[in-house]
């Protein structure tokens, strides 16, 4: 058995490397009005802000469709110099964990918040994959503006994916271990007795997005992939696409390939709150991380939580089912009627379509086909609708256009193929270059996508770009859905490994209340210096505050003395300008962290340690004006012991010390 396993993977993976090779029509896959249709002339915007996973940079980056653009890079997980994000003494909080200060990530999906379920503009929210945690990213900043780890997880890879009105993101282990209230020094080998799934609800408030891990649900020990919500008719329930039902813990590409079948789990959410509500949850002590910013003080504060409700679903009958779908399921998506759900098994030659309606009646008929760890297994021709009959190699992920229409990703075979939800018919396919993983259409995931592109993310180039040594760049692919024929109309290159990625109209997004600057009136820091005529160094023993200004061109001290080998130093910078796009930078010569990045009104902060004596320069490191290179000061170092006096001046020279 285990030898036919691994020629059949062995065969699966022969089709990648062939499909992934260059396509003898390439040269003509684009048609000639194709750069009219994803041009966007100077001075003129894009109809859509693209938000894209950054993979293992543990970023997230901002496009403009149609153009591909990129516009921003928003640091989420992982620490970035650039803009002083893990390097500020504000921001380093943002990265804390129960693992201490972790300053990476793995970044896979994007969700954004909806209404009504549909996208409302306010916040996209992220996974980390590697130290299980949730981000938000408020749209009014474009900004983190909050981070949740995750208990009882180890992976955090089907997640994030959130209700129709955003009321939970919800993320699931993508491996399962033991429970943190038990001992996770066991044999690896005792799989099947001491690892265990959780299922993360978070909630939103409604009015701040403020997170909470509301309960969890603990599962049998298997991987979930990816999820997604139910909505109008099955609001209410979650999908989830699980894999290794052996519950193998080596090998897993033959171990864990075994069956001819997997699962999608199906979750009565709503079912598992009255069960919460009624106070059925066990609380279970753990050690997790909540970081918040504050927009008054310009500074993150990290907290460490301490327990998490959790139901164990093998004690509630009637919140979790199982219903079968064909091997390693990767994608697991709902359409925008929410009855149908279809499942993407990464092995199979057909896709499978659920129906919400017979899933149901499969539940009140009890038609199930025995249980697994206690959780009934619904009879697979119970819940299906239908399946579409070879559509092509390595199904992944589907999303749909509105129009009753869906369009799913094939690995194997490179393409993305376009067929009709209704009677599961082709109707058209195109290639990719090469191998795509996810795919995005603007809004389809909701109850309104719209179908005009789509986005696919390539895992290989090839010869699509200048070649950049041993890896190539990353990839995305704009399509034209709006026509009956998808029509490839620009390639783009991504930073990180793009993953998955979700997109909103323009207007919805800039027309928020978008923030410009910071009213110097309404900054809370507590280092805040709301002119120069307050500007000043004090000490406090070995530690040094600096209250600086900045403002075109100049820094208010510019000359500092008195500094000494084994002070503390801290630069508390406020930029003085009350103008849209007029940041400042601040750096300092043989500072081991990064600069600062302060925008009009806010106040940061770094901590330098002077390791020698010396002259040190500092200077401004964001173009600001014609005086930018003008922008600079002295700090002198003196050695431990010295008697020179704190000092500083500004228009000035230091009065000369003997």
Same mark, same amino acid.
């Given at each position: 058995?285990?030898?036919? !396993?691994?020629?059949?993977?062995?065969?699966? =993976?022969?089709?990648?490397?062939?499909?992934?090779?260059?396509?003898?029509?390439?040269?003509?896959?684009?048609?000639?009005?194709?750069?009219?249709?994803?041009?966007?002339?100077?001075?003129? +915007?894009?109809?859509?802000?693209?938000?894209?996973? @950054? #993979?293992?940079? #543990?970023?997230?980056?901002?496009?403009?469709?149609?153009?591909?653009?990129?516009?921003?890079?928003?640091?989420?997980?992982?620490?970035?110099?650039?803009?002083?994000?893990? +390097?500020?003494?504000?921001?380093?909080?943002?990265?804390?964990?129960?693992? @201490?200060?972790?300053?990476?990530?793995?970044?896979?999906?994007?969700?954004?918040?909806?209404?009504?379920?549909?996208?409302?503009?306010?916040?996209?929210?992220?996974?980390?994959?590697?130290?299980? $945690?949730?981000?938000? =990213?408020?749209?009014?900043?474009?900004?983190?503006?909050? =981070?949740?780890?995750?208990?009882?997880?180890?992976?955090?890879?089907?997640?994030?994916?959130?209700?129709?009105?955003?009321?939970? =993101?919800?993320?699931?282990?993508?491996?399962?271990?033991?429970?943190?209230?038990?001992?996770?020094?066991?044999?690896?080998?005792?799989? *099947?007795?001491?690892?265990?799934?959780?299922?993360?609800?978070?909630?939103?408030?409604?009015?701040? #997005?403020?997170?909470?891990?509301?309960?969890?649900?603990?599962?049998?020990?298997?991987?979930?992939?990816?999820?997604?919500?139910?909505?109008?008719?099955?609001?209410?329930?979650?999908?989830?696409?699980?894999?290794?039902?052996?519950?193998?813990?080596?090998?897993?590409?033959?171990?864990?390939?075994?069956?001819?079948?997997?699962?999608?789990?199906?979750?009565?959410?709503?079912?598992?709150?009255?069960?919460?509500?009624?106070?059925?949850?066990?609380?279970?002590?753990?050690? +997790?991380?909540?970081?918040?910013?504050?927009?008054?003080?310009?500074?993150?504060?990290?907290?460490?939580?301490?327990?998490?409700?959790?139901?164990?679903?093998?004690?509630?009958?009637?919140?979790?089912?199982?219903?079968?779908?064909?091997?390693?399921?990767?994608?697991?998506?709902?359409?925008?009627? @929410?009855?149908?759900?279809?499942?993407?098994?990464?092995?199979?030659?057909?896709?499978?379509?659920?129906?919400?309606?017979?899933?149901?009646?499969?539940?009140?008929?009890?038609?199930?086909?025995?249980?697994?760890?206690?959780?009934?297994?619904?009879?697979?021709?119970?819940?299906?609708?239908?399946?579409?009959?070879?559509?092509?190699?390595?199904?992944?992920?589907?999303?749909?256009?509105? $129009?009753?229409?869906?369009?799913?990703?094939?690995?194997?075979?490179?393409?993305?193929?376009?067929?009709?939800?209704?009677?599961?018919?082709?109707?058209?396919?195109?290639?990719?270059?090469?191998?795509?993983?996810?795919?995005?259409?603007?809004?389809?995931?909701?109850?309104?996508?719209?179908?005009?592109?789509?986005?696919?993310?390539?895992?290989?180039?090839?010869?699509? /770009?200048?070649?950049?040594? &041993?890896?190539?760049?990353?990839?995305?692919?704009?399509?034209?859905?709006?026509?009956?024929?998808?029509?490839?109309?620009?390639?783009?290159?991504?930073?990180?490994? &793009?993953?998955?990625?979700?997109?909103?109209?323009?207007?919805?997004?800039?027309?928020?209340?978008?923030?410009?600057?910071?009213?110097?009136?309404?900054?809370?820091?507590?280092?805040?210096?709301?002119?120069?005529?307050?500007?000043?160094?004090? $000490?406090?023993?070995?530690?040094?505050?600096?209250?600086?200004?900045?403002? $075109?061109?100049?820094?208010?001290?510019?000359?500092?003395?008195?500094?000494?080998?084994?002070?503390?130093? +801290?630069?508390?910078?406020?930029?003085?300008? !009350?103008?849209?796009?007029? &940041?400042?930078?601040?750096?300092?010569?043989?500072?081991?962290?990064?600069?600062?990045?302060?925008?009009?009104?806010?106040?940061?902060?770094?901590?330098?340690?002077?390791?020698? &004596?010396?002259?040190?320069?500092?200077?401004?490191?964001?173009?600001?004006?014609?005086?930018? !290179?003008?922008?600079?000061? /002295?700090?002198?170092?003196?050695?431990?012991?010295?008697?020179?006096?704190?000092?500083?001046?500004?228009? *000035?020279?230091?009065?000369?010390?003997?």
């Amino acid at each position: 058995m285990k030898l036919i !396993q691994s020629t059949s993977i062995a065969a699966v =993976i022969s089709a990648a490397a062939l499909f992934s090779c260059k396509p003898k029509s390439t040269g003509s896959a684009v048609s000639g009005d194709a750069a009219a249709k994803a041009y966007v002339a100077p001075g003129k +915007y894009d109809e859509f802000y693209n938000f894209v996973s @950054g #993979g293992f940079s #543990g970023q997230m980056s901002v496009y403009g469709l149609p153009s591909g653009r990129l516009l921003r890079v928003i640091p989420v997980f992982s620490v970035d110099p650039e803009k002083g994000w893990g +390097y500020s003494e504000e921001t380093k909080p943002m990265l804390n964990t129960s693992h @201490g200060f972790v300053p990476w990530d793995d970044l896979h999906h994007t969700e954004m918040s909806q209404t009504n379920g549909e996208i409302d503009g306010k916040w996209v929210f992220a996974n980390g994959n590697n130290t299980p $945690r949730l981000a938000r =990213i408020d749209l009014k900043t474009f900004k983190t503006a909050e =981070i949740i780890e995750l208990p009882n997880s180890a992976g955090n890879h089907s997640s994030p994916y959130g209700t129709e009105n955003s009321e939970y =993101i919800v993320a699931g282990t993508r491996f399962s271990v033991p429970s943190d209230e038990d001992n996770g020094d066991v044999p690896i080998n005792s799989y *099947k007795k001491n690892f265990k799934g959780h299922i993360s609800f978070v909630s939103v408030a409604k009015e701040t #997005g403020e997170m909470k891990v509301a309960f969890q649900l603990k599962t049998p020990g298997v991987n979930f992939d990816l999820a997604r919500a139910g909505k109008g008719k099955s609001h209410g329930w979650f999908f989830f696409s699980c894999y290794n039902t052996e519950q193998a813990s080596t090998l897993l590409e033959v171990n864990a390939s075994q069956k001819d079948k997997d699962f999608i789990m199906a979750v009565n959410w709503k079912k598992a709150e009255e069960y919460i509500k009624a106070g059925k949850g066990k609380k279970v002590k753990t050690k +997790y991380a909540h970081n918040t910013w504050n927009e008054a003080t310009h500074t993150a504060t990290s907290k460490m939580e301490e327990e998490v409700l959790v139901l164990d679903v093998k004690e509630f009958k009637d919140i979790v089912y199982f219903i079968p779908c064909p091997k390693s399921p990767h994608g697991c998506d709902v359409d925008p009627t @929410g009855e149908y759900i279809v499942g993407s098994g990464k092995l199979a030659a057909l896709i499978p379509v659920f129906s919400f309606d017979k899933i149901q009646q499969s539940i009140a008929a009890k038609s199930y086909d025995g249980d697994y760890e206690g959780i009934p297994v619904i009879k697979y021709e119970s819940a299906l609708y239908g399946e579409v009959k070879k559509p092509g190699l390595g199904p992944l992920h589907t999303e749909f256009d509105g $129009r009753g229409n869906a369009y799913t990703s094939f690995f194997v075979s490179s393409e993305v193929v376009k067929w009709n939800i209704k009677d599961l018919k082709v109707l058209d396919r195109v290639p990719t270059y090469y191998s795509v993983g996810h795919l995005s259409i603007p809004g389809g995931n909701t109850k309104k996508p719209n179908g005009k592109y789509l986005v696919a993310y390539n895992k290989i180039t090839k010869d699509r /770009y200048l070649p950049t040594g &041993p890896e190539l760049a990353q990839s995305a692919q704009l399509y034209d859905i709006s026509g009956d024929k998808m029509q490839l109309i620009l390639d783009y290159p991504t930073i990180g490994e &793009p993953h998955y990625a979700q997109s909103a109209p323009a207007d919805i997004i800039r027309n928020n209340g978008q923030l410009k600057l910071y009213k110097l009136s309404d900054n809370k820091h507590p280092y805040v210096t709301q002119g120069e005529a307050n500007a000043k160094v004090t $000490r406090e023993g070995n530690k040094v505050h600096v209250y600086m200004t900045s403002i $075109r061109s100049h820094f208010a001290p510019d000359n500092i003395e008195g500094i000494k080998v084994g002070d503390e130093v +801290y630069f508390h910078v406020t930029n003085l300008e !009350q103008d849209w796009d007029v &940041p400042h930078g601040f750096a300092i010569k043989g500072a081991d962290n990064a600069e600062l990045l302060i925008m009009p009104g806010e106040t940061t902060t770094l901590k330098w340690l002077p390791k020698k &004596p010396g002259m040190f320069p500092m200077y401004c490191t964001d173009f600001c004006s014609a005086l930018h !290179q003008e922008m600079q000061g /002295y700090i002198r170092v003196s050695p431990a012991g010295s008697n020179v006096p704190l000092s500083f001046s500004l228009g *000035k020279p230091v009065p000369e010390t003997k």
